[in-house]
């Protein structure tokens, strides 16, 4: 399990005779903020992933692109270095889902290039909804 997952991660072909391409992009998603000793500290770091699904337009240079992110983050300040501030006692963590639409415009003919540079524009709306646990182990928002 753990080689197929790895392989599709890291695998990328593209065949030039399809029109249609999927992508999946693994990484790590973190929170800065009042809560954090630092810019982004290892601690607040939570997993990411996301899917886009494209379709390349006819000359191969302009690509439709949709897409559906996942990631999640967390804050605590017992893990802050300012003085005073572990005893607030706040924390949170939070799912953050995002949607986009996008559109590329490759620079370069990708039928003779294996990398190229491109130009990218898009929208993209995300939520999230930061939780904590109270003193009774509840769940609070």
């Not at 973190?30 to 630092?38: A, E, I, P, Q, V």
């Not at 006692?89 to 540079?117: C, T």
């Not at 130009?119 to 109270?134: C, E, M, R, V």
Request: net charge positive.
């Amino acid at each position: 399990m753990k080689f197929s997952v790895i392989f599709f991660v890291f695998y990328a072909n593209s065949c030039l005779a399809q029109q249609w391409q999927a992508e999946v992009m693994a990484g790590i998603s973190g929170y800065s903020g009042d809560l954090s000793r630092s810019n982004i500290s290892a601690k607040t770091i939570g997993p990411a992933v996301n899917l886009n699904l494209k379709y390349v337009l006819p000359g191969n240079f302009f690509v439709l692109r949709a897409g559906i992110g996942y990631g999640r983050i967390s804050g605590n300040d017992k893990n802050n270095k300012k003085s005073g501030l572990d005893r607030r006692n706040l924390n949170f963590k939070s799912h953050i889902l995002e949607g986009s639409l996008g559109a590329e415009l490759n620079l370069l003919d990708p039928e003779y290039f294996d990398a190229f540079p491109y130009i990218f524009a898009g929208i993209g709306l995300f939520h999230f909804d930061p939780y904590t646990f109270d003193k009774n182990n509840n769940k609070t928002f």
